[in-house]
């Protein structure tokens, strides 16, 4: 008599593996399980960036209060505090320590504090204007040190073309360059740069506007009219 064994469901089995989830995965018997879609979730909700967004349409003094609420916080907005930066500290504080003497003696300790002050931020400081008379080469050490700077404007100030290429040689990050009431002239006794050098390749704006030139700073000339890569530039020389 024949034994009627039963038989194994082959249909029942191959529908079971078809039914794996494809979002399952084990690794060292264990299962792990991967949200669908979590890679976009995670770009869209991406709460640093969009506090970052808020945060930069902050007013400075509103942005120091953020900064000490929280250590994440303070890392977002220190980039956005820094951005920018001033050589001197403010007039009080400067009439307490100097009185009226505030001579270039004075003006290069002043950078000197700023130096110190800031540069751990030197990464995040993309902005300056210099609009103070300072001949020293402290101020190249100022820009050396924060030499990531984007957008550099030179208002009202007076220098040799020496001083002025020690300070571009270190601006490799340079993106918009503005001389505003500015002169500059040639001095026979500095000579760190023997020839012009060549302005940066980030370099994509040049403002130039009452620019006065002495004894020929053909260096300075030639260092600016060195650009390749320039997309707009305003020029008005009042004496040439």
Request: charged content about 20%.
């Amino acid at each position: 008599m024949a034994c009627n064994q039963k038989q194994p469901d082959i249909n029942r089995k191959n529908k079971e593996h078809s039914n794996i989830n494809l979002n399952e995965t084990t690794k060292d018997n264990k299962t792990d399980y991967y949200p669908k879609n979590s890679v976009e979730r995670s770009e869209v909700w991406n709460i640093n960036s969009l506090l970052s967004k808020i945060f930069s349409y902050c007013n400075f003094k509103d942005l120091i209060e953020y900064n000490i609420v929280c250590k994440n916080w303070n890392q977002i907005t220190n980039p956005i505090i820094h951005q920018s930066i001033k050589l001197l500290r403010g007039e009080e504080i400067l009439d307490s320590i100097y009185g009226c003497n505030l001579d270039n003696s004075s003006l290069i300790l002043e950078i000197e504090e700023c130096i110190s002050n800031n540069e751990k931020h030197a990464l995040s400081v993309k902005e300056f204007t210099l609009s103070n008379q300072i001949q020293s080469q402290k101020l190249v050490s100022f820009f050396e040190a924060f030499n990531y700077i984007e957008n550099l404007t030179l208002y009202c100030v007076n220098m040799n073309q020496d001083l002025f290429l020690c300070i571009i040689n270190p601006l490799t990050q340079l993106r918009d360059l503005k001389l505003d009431n500015f002169n500059v002239n040639y001095t026979s006794n500095k000579h760190n740069f023997p020839q012009a050098i060549q302005l940066p390749s980030s370099l994509t704006r040049i403002a130039i506007s009452n620019v006065c030139i002495d004894n020929n700073p053909e260096l300075f000339i030639q260092t600016i009219n060195s650009h390749r890569t320039i997309s707009h530039t305003i020029s008005k020389f009042e004496n040439f």
